[in-house]
């Protein structure tokens, strides 16, 4: 299957994978998002699924990336 979805910015959005494997393809223009992703996820060691028991991030440092991004989180 194969999907797609466009919209202009400040649209809230949202994507849902109902299936156990995706890949996914997803291009942020303009440029920004990324450091969101840097400030908040933690780098890959390896292919595949990160391992278990990665800590979560603490909801201040979140805030924070999100507010340095530019971004809006939307309760889901």
Do not use: C, I, K, Y
């Not at 959005?13 to 908040?40: K, N, Y």
């Amino acid at each position: 299957m194969t999907a797609a979805a466009t919209g202009r910015r400040g649209t809230p959005h949202r994507f849902q994978v109902d299936s156990a494997e995706a890949t996914v393809l997803d291009p942020m223009t303009p440029a920004g998002f990324e450091s969101f992703v840097r400030s908040t996820g933690w780098p890959a060691t390896a292919d595949g699924p990160p391992p278990e028991g990665l800590p979560t991030r603490d909801g201040g440092e979140v805030d924070a990336a999100v507010r340095a991004a530019g971004l809006t989180l939307l309760a889901g």
